[in-house]
């Protein structure tokens, strides 16, 4: 355009901090229904409305579904959130959806979660996907969990593309052959290229063993060379789906505006938001809104832009999210019933290995919880598994769920801690183990330590001692058991650094809890550990990430 956007200039001037500060004139919408849409035309300067066709393109937009195929009950049972089969229940009884008359993406993260989509790979969750009618997927990081063949067979399950415009194999710059870089889908009588961006921290946020050999390049060049393509191809409208954190791609909009970008669809952090940049128009044709869903399909962004002409311009554009929820004992809509048949083979299929009952739990445990209970089961178990080691550590992002009251089964366990880990043994100095401990995720047992939060989020550790009530002495060395993808350099982890050659010990990280919990069975205790103050936050704060749901 051959204004510059406020946005733009402050990105020219002082760089992408000055462009989030700028953002303070942006519309922000909330989560939550917004008002009905405006009638679409309003009189964009060098369009005869008379003449001109028009067009609608409706987009319901989720990310991060994490193979929450199943409701979750929530108020004791009372109410629901989420569901495959009631997010399209919802969508017929609300907008009449028919697959060709809307564009239906996904952000990525679709598959790795609770127990059913977990021990099948994600072949459940391809299979309501295409039955419900997405268009494309982006590749999440967490789409990487499995391995690459079976990404790559799921994408041949899938009906639709996956897509990673800045995905190449490292050598030869070619694209692996699950993911393609763009699409283009009919929807009534617009053209929309769909552009996908998986993480560009990508390398860090799956386990590294599932990326070797991969390169995740920076945004503005896969951007700017699909869209050109795209626009080659008689594109009316261009949207982009970013595997990403809808902060992190503010200071893109300047970009976005110059290649006429008019919706954003974000994922990765799990928390629901809307903005909308106007732009410096008076109108809506350089409007640009950033949408991110939330996370297990438990709401949806849905959007609605309005073209005429040709080339096509915008003369309107509504924005929403919306939950799915409501009473289970009298839903506001009708599941789908094809959906609820996948789901129910898939059970079908899972539940023989995921019937035994491990342990009880009386009040349940919490993935996000400042005590920690459920991490310290964990740590504790491979401690009881692994008596050599002094200290063991995990990561909060490698809990995805909470643990209900009431039965703990191999589904449970498995729905919590989804992931293919294995345990490794470094050997640590006292001063490497408390930087190790000072990461705001770190989970410890064998060790105790007092704390207060920095301003980058840190822990500043102040004192800790280890199992014998020992203080932790710098130039000490310590045997401290981690899951393999923090050694990787999962997080940020530096502990391949701090030993290079350490004992992989071939125990999945699963396994030893298991078998804790059936040890607590059988000496008639239940899971209910009690907070013990082995992690003191001396100030209160906790050091909490801003989205505990969107890492590993």
């Not at 419900?132 to 994408?155: C, P």
């Not at 995921?354 to 349940?364: I, M, P, Q, S, Y």
Request: glycine share 10%; charged share 20%.
């Amino acid at each position: 355009m051959a204004r510059e956007s406020h946005l733009r200039a402050a990105l020219r001037q002082v760089g992408g901090l000055a462009a989030i500060a700028a953002l303070a004139s942006c519309r922000t919408i909330p989560a939550g229904p917004s008002p009905d849409p405006a009638p679409p035309g309003n009189g964009v300067a060098g369009i005869d409305p008379a003449t001109a066709r028009e067009f609608n393109i409706p987009i319901l937009f989720t990310s991060d579904e994490h193979g929450w195929l199943e409701p979750h009950l929530i108020e004791n049972g009372t109410r629901f959130e989420g569901g495959m089969a009631n997010l399209l229940g919802l969508w017929r009884a609300r907008f009449g959806y028919q697959p060709e008359r809307f564009l239906v993406l996904s952000g990525g993260d679709c598959w790795t979660g609770p127990f059913e989509s977990t021990v099948l790979m994600g072949a459940p969750m391809v299979e309501v996907m295409n039955a419900i009618g997405y268009d494309a997927q982006i590749v999440g990081n967490h789409d990487f969990d499995f391995g690459t063949d079976e990404l790559a067979l799921r994408a041949s399950e899938a009906r639709f593309p996956l897509l990673a415009a800045n995905l190449f194999r490292i050598g030869d710059q070619s694209q692996p052959p699950y993911a393609v870089s763009s699409t283009i889908v009919r929807v009534g009588a617009g053209r929309v290229g769909v552009i996908g961006l998986a993480n560009v921290d990508t390398a860090v946020l799956t386990h590294s063993r599932n990326v070797a050999g991969l390169s995740f390049t920076d945004y503005p060049g896969a951007l700017r060379r699909e869209v050109a393509a795209l626009r080659a191809q008689a594109a009316d409208m261009v949207v982009v789906a970013v595997h990403q954190e809808v902060q992190e791609l503010l200071p893109l909009l300047p970009l976005f505006r110059e290649l006429g970008i008019s919706f954003v669809g974000s994922g990765h952090s799990h928390l629901a938001s809307m903005t909308v940049d106007p732009g410096e128009s008076p109108g809506p044709e350089d409007d640009i809104v950033l949408c991110n869903p939330g996370s297990y399909a438990r709401s949806f962004c849905h959007l609605s832009f309005t073209y005429r002409g040709t080339p096509a311009r915008l003369v309107n554009h509504f924005e929403e999210i919306v939950r799915v929820e409501g009473a289970a004992a009298d839903p506001p809509f009708q599941p789908a019933p094809e959906i609820t048949a996948i789901i129910h083979r898939a059970a079908d299929l899972a539940s023989a290995s995921g019937a035994e009952k491990l342990a009880v739990t009386l009040h349940g445990m919490k993935r996000i919880d400042p005590d920690q209970r459920f991490g310290h089961v964990i740590v504790d178990a491979w401690l009881d598994a692994l008596p050599y080691v002094q200290v063991a550590i995990t990561n909060t992002g490698g809990i995805r769920q909470d643990i209900d009251p009431g039965d703990i089964t191999m589904a449970t366990l498995v729905g919590a801690m989804p992931f293919n880990n294995y345990l490794i043994v470094v050997e640590l100095t006292g001063a490497q183990l408390k930087e190790v401990l000072s990461h705001p995720q770190s989970i410890a047992g064998g060790v105790r330590y007092r704390y207060r939060c920095d301003e980058q989020r840190q822990r500043q550790i102040i004192d800790a001692v280890d199992g014998n009530n020992a203080p932790i002495a710098d130039d000490r060395i310590y045997k401290v058991v981690v899951n393999e993808f923090m050694y990787r350099g999962g997080d940020r982890y530096r502990l391949r650094e701090y030993d290079p050659t350490p004992e992989e010990t071939s125990v999945h990280w699963r396994d030893p809890v298991a078998r804790y919990l059936r040890e607590m069975t059988r000496r008639g205790q239940t899971a209910d550990v009690p907070a013990d103050g082995r992690a003191e936050a001396i100030d209160g704060d906790h050091c909490e990430r801003r989205d505990p749901g969107s890492g590993r």
